[in-house]
């Protein structure tokens, strides 16, 4: 059916269906989510099991290896990952991207719960929860000169938080620093040991006694009362007067033993703004909820929480929303930038402002039902979709340039319009067809790339397909019936030009040459890859993100006051950089930038300096050259470890090493750290491996304990009590209307700096406390910090940052490093982290071209049913290599993910030239009778204007692109100038060579048809 020509007929169809599609385009594009990234649900859990205080090699041989063990036989395990921290163990498992999520996390669940009776029994309940990829979109700070410090936090958790939640979208609240109010008990050594009471026996007694409890139901004067049991106090002070039950009977009031405050819990993260305290709060989305539209409502809600609290500065401390915003503005300006390009380039060959208008209709009317499709695949408005469509908008029109070209051409032969367009969308049908469903063979592979970054290029490959597929609509049903109803006659003398007829002329020489041609077309190609290796590679460009995160960690055993006395000092040493807005600080917290593998447990002696160095172009030095400053200031920290943490993939490097053996593992880590160090222009290098932190280890005698009547457990329990108190769900509470306050139970501060003091620890026994020094012995010991595991196996992870250098190239250089070339026996080298994802993202793309390139094949197999035919426009695919790389080189742009896409992209466009010049050959050589040579020159001089128009208004489409005119263009800038570079070489020697080269593989063609006795030449594909 020849859908141009029903469309000229009856146009009301066509413009209805337009109608529609464009309404339900506008109404979903105003509901579409604005995100950075894809909201993307990886197939990864976590299992994280909290046991308070325990060791990290305790929590190993208890928790962490049955959990390991537990979880191995899941179906579908691609991997399991381990890091055990002081009272943390957190195993992650990572699936293969086929496995369904729930299913997943339902496996994870039965499978912990199979062994629970196995782990120990003081541990809190393990916590199975699936794996979330976003981070906070913004941290904001309080601070008040006013309010006390757990004023300031409650303020905080309740006011905050309440307004908070109360938003649509937002899914996560969570406070940073401040403190925790807590009743403490504060047992005097001297008193516990007069009295022979343990700290134990009081915290148990308090949390036996301080309960509110039903007592059952009783029935009086004919109804029902329940009874309920009310043993609570109101105030601290009311505790002064607990009488405390001794072993020979009597009873002591709790004040003799201690002194009880209403106060804080232990300091455990602190928060600074500029170096004064403050407490902050992070708050996260949902998914699917659009990022702006968040971050507008919960500012909205910032500012009537200021209006309503006087005196309480709430202040922005990062925001990774202004990067979105900024990232969506500008590429909807790239849009309107391009498209406007693109139609001048229109007008500008053919001088008819009619014309022109018919044919930048289709931008509009292609992108605007893409919303629609968007939407209802659950698509949001991302980076990557508006990256899809920004590098389309020169395609989209492609199409429609074609054909109101064509149709132009017959009206210069006299015809009326409708005459003209009727023939000539009849005439070009075959080609629009094959151009479009070509292109969108080309992106529909993308949307099934395995690994990551398949999951996030699934909206890149539907979104660009869906685009393309709609403007082929567009050409084929409104671009002919408007340009019958809306065109005017040409009548004027249109005669062929000086550079068409040396156009020709090189054509003609080229047919005549034509081996010549194809060995300097193979030449060209060859030299073309010749360039790869000369331009480096790596994930993704370096963006200014006007904000970076600098890390400070300490020794094992430093205490939160030394940590944040090095941060105070680092912040100084920076203070009086110009471009240093502000300075945020977190000592014992965890950086939330949505990354699955980080630990989300902080330890005080680690320390976190957000810097803001404002608006990139409010400064004349980028974020790298100030880092590189940073780092020469704060380089002669004592005693401390440096390094930024980056929120972008491509700017780290990770190297896993793992084995059974701890001693050879830790060999191999140390001179794989060495070899790593002597690597030019890296950044901080960070190792994974335990640090030895400072223990007293506690040694039961057996024999001892055992005639005094001493378990091990009981040791352990009264250590763990007098020196931080029970577990907190054992506490007792203090009932307040509004919340509850744990009471914690435990030597005083004061008392805990004399380590000999743990040797004079009460112990429960069968006669009366006994010291601990009695029934055990204690030593100073040392034990590792942290354990990492990969795989079941202890494992070392090396960080270095990358500093601007190619991840590809310092991938090389490592691969040859000696440590790694001589690997102690059980050690074995594993590539993560984003070099992982670096080498899937290559081997995914490459996968990808060649489904294109077969994709292609396949489908102009169909339409034009001719085997070797496909191959004569695919032979226009190598022309576009030497552009594309060579460009990247004197560009100075890196092999990129952004470059890929590029490349990618050429696969599809490079085709369209070579399907107008051969779709018109066949026409003139099976329907007009020319031969063969004649027939390629006449497609030459008809089919050389649109070639010409499209690569310009594609090219014009890019250029925005390039130049950034409407924002940062690090990241879209390698993909347009590889579009742009490989337009030109493809589009100049396809002009030439693929003649030559449809003459080749025609007398193939018939060499074949006369070897196996077909007798003549095999058909062209019949036109439809």
């Given amino acids: 059916m020849n859908f141009s020509a029903w469309a000229i007929r009856r146009p009301l169809p066509s413009l209805m269906l337009f109608f529609i599609l464009c309404v339900a385009g506008l109404w979903c594009f105003q509901h579409l989510s604005i995100a950075r990234f894809p909201d993307v649900s990886l197939p990864m859990t976590t299992v994280s099991v909290s046991q308070p205080g325990a060791s990290p090699s305790q929590l190993e041989a208890e928790v962490t290896r049955k959990v390991e063990d537990a ?31 729930s299913e997943a996390l339902d496996d994870t669940r039965d499978a912990v719960s199979r062994i629970r009776m196995d782990l120990p029994q003081d541990i809190q309940e393990p916590v199975v929860s699936k794996v979330d990829i976003g981070g906070a979109l913004q941290t904001w700070a309080v601070v008040a000169d006013h309010l006390q410090p757990d004023e300031l936090s409650w303020f905080v958790d309740r006011d905050v938080t309440r307004a908070m939640y109360g938003i649509a979208g937002v899914a996560q609240v969570k406070r940073v620093g401040g403190i925790e109010r807590q009743v403490r008990v504060d047992l005097d050594p001297a008193a516990l040991q007069a009295w022979g009471i343990t700290a134990g026996m009081v915290s148990q007694q308090l949390a036996r006694f301080q309960v509110e409890q039903a007592g059952g139901k009783v029935e009086l004067d004919g109804g029902r009362q329940v009874i309920r049991t009310v043993g609570t106090l109101a105030t601290a002070q009311e505790l002064a007067g607990y009488s405390i039950a001794l072993a020979d009977g009597r009873s002591v009031r709790l004040s003799n033993l201690a002194t009880i405050t209403d106060g804080a819990a232990d300091t455990e993260q602190l928060a600074l703004l500029d170096g004064k305290p403050a407490v902050a709060f992070s708050v996260s989305r949902t998914r699917q909820a659009s990022e702006l539209e968040v971050a507008d409502k919960v500012e909205a809600a910032v500012a009537k929480l200021k209006a309503d609290n006087p005196g309480i500065d709430i202040r922005m401390v990062t925001d ?167 065109l005017k006659p040409d009548n004027r003398e249109h005669r062929q030009g000086k550079v068409m007829t040396w156009y020709l002329g090189w054509v003609d ?93 902080g330890e005080v002696r680690k320390a976190l300096l957000t810097l803001d160095w404002g608006p990139g172009e409010e400064r004349e030095r980028d974020q790298k050259v100030l880092e590189r400053l940073v780092r020469e200031r704060v380089a002669d920290l004592p005693g401390a470890r440096l390094s ?183 050690v074995q080298f594993i590539t993560a982290g984003d070099a992982e994802v670096f080498v899937e993202m290559f081997t995914g793309f490459a996968l990808a071209m060649l489904a294109g390139i077969i994709c292609i094949y396949m489908v102009l197999l169909l339409l034009l049913n001719h085997p070797l035919m496909p191959v004569t426009i695919l032979a226009a695919v190598p022309l576009s290599a030497g552009g594309a790389f060579g460009a990247l080189l004197l560009t100075g742009n890196m092999l990129s993910l952004p470059s890929l896409i590029g490349l990618l992209m050429l696969i599809g466009i490079a085709t369209k030239n070579s399907i107008l010049l051969v779709d018109y050959a066949v026409i003139a050589e099976d329907e007009h009778g020319l031969s063969q040579h004649d027939a390629l020159i006449d497609a030459c001089r008809k089919r050389a204007q649109p070639v010409i128009m499209t690569t310009l208004a594609m090219g014009a489409g890019m250029l925005p692109i390039v130049f950034g005119f409407s924002g940062d263009s690090s990241v879209r800038g390698p993909m347009a100038v590889a579009v742009i570079g490989g337009l030109i070489t493809s589009t100049v020697l396809s002009l030439v060579v693929i003649p030559a080269t449809y003459t080749v593989l025609h007398d193939l063609g018939d060499w074949i048809a006369r070897r196996f006795g077909r007798g003549g030449r095999p058909q062209h594909g019949q036109q439809a």
């Fill in 320 to 486: 990774m929303v202004e990067e979105t915003r900024t990232s969506y503005s500008s590429s909807m300006m790239m849009l309107y930038e391009g498209a406007l390009l693109a139609v001048l380039v229109v007008w500008l060959f053919l001088r008819d402002w009619r014309a022109t208008w018919i044919a930048a209709v289709a931008l509009p009317l292609s992108i605007i039902p893409t919303f629609a499709v968007m939407y209802f695949f659950g698509f949001s408005l991302n980076i990557l979709t508006l990256l899809a469509l920004a590098a389309v908008v020169g395609i989209l029109v492609d199409d429609a340039i074609v054909e109101i070209e064509n149709i132009v051409r017959h009206l210069r032969m006299g015809k009326t319009p409708l005459e003209a367009a009727r023939e000539a969308a009849d005439e070009i049908g075959m080609a629009v067809v094959a151009t479009s469903v070509t292109l969108a063979a080309v992106f529909i592979p993308v949307a099934f790339m395995p690994g990551v970054a398949g999951k996030f290029f699934r909206e890149f490959g539907w979104t660009a397909a869906t685009a393309v597929l709609f403007s082929l609509l567009v050409a084929r049903l409104l671009t002919p019936m408007m340009a019958a109803y809306g």
């Fill in 71 to 101: 979880v191995a036989t899941i179906p579908g395990i691609k991997r399991v990952m381990s890091s055990v921290d002081e009272g943390m163990s957190t195993t992650m498992l990572e699936f293969h991207m086929d496995t369904e999520l």
């Fill in 509 to 601: 020489r080229a047919l005549r040459h034509r081996a010549r041609t194809l060995w300097i077309a193979f030449g060209l190609f060859v030299g073309s890859m010749a360039l790869v290796p000369l331009i480096p590679a790596t994930f993704i460009p370096f963006t200014d993100l006007g904000r970076s995160n600098l890390s400070i960690e300490l020794a094992p055993g430093s205490s939160i006051e030394q940590t944040t006395a090095v941060a105070e000092r680092a912040r100084a040493l920076l203070a009086d950089i110009p471009e240093l807005k502000q300075v945020y600080t977190t000592v014992g917290g965890v950086l939330d930038n949505g990354d699955p593998t980080a630990s989300p447990v």
């Fill in 644 to 826: 930024f943490i980056s929120n972008e993939p491509g700017e780290k490097m990770q190297l896993v090493l793992a084995g059974d053996d701890p001693q050879r593992l830790g060999i191999a880590a140390e001179a794989l750290e060495r070899d790593l160090r002597s690597l030019q222009g890296l950044g901080s290098i960070q190792s994974s491996a335990a640090l030895l932190r400072p223990e007293i280890v506690v040694s039961p005698d057996p024999a001892r304990a055992a005639d005094l009547g001493v378990a091990t457990a009981d040791i352990a329990e009264a250590a763990r009590i007098a020196t931080s108190g029970d577990y907190t769900q054992r506490m007792a509470k203090l009932n307040l209307p509004e919340r509850q306050i744990p009471i914690r139970v435990g030597l005083a501060q004061s008392a805990l700096d004399n380590p000999a003091l743990v040797g004079q620890l009460r112990v429960p026994a069968r006669n009366g406390a006994v010291p601990l020094a009695a029934v055990a012995d204690v030593q100073v010991g040392s034990g590792p910090s942290t354990i990492s595991r990969y795989q079941r196996q202890r494992s070392v992870t090396l960080t270095a940052e990358l500093n601007g250098r190619p991840l590809g190239e310092v991938m090389a250089q490592v691969n040859q490093l000696p440590s790694l070339q001589q690997l102690p026996d059980g």
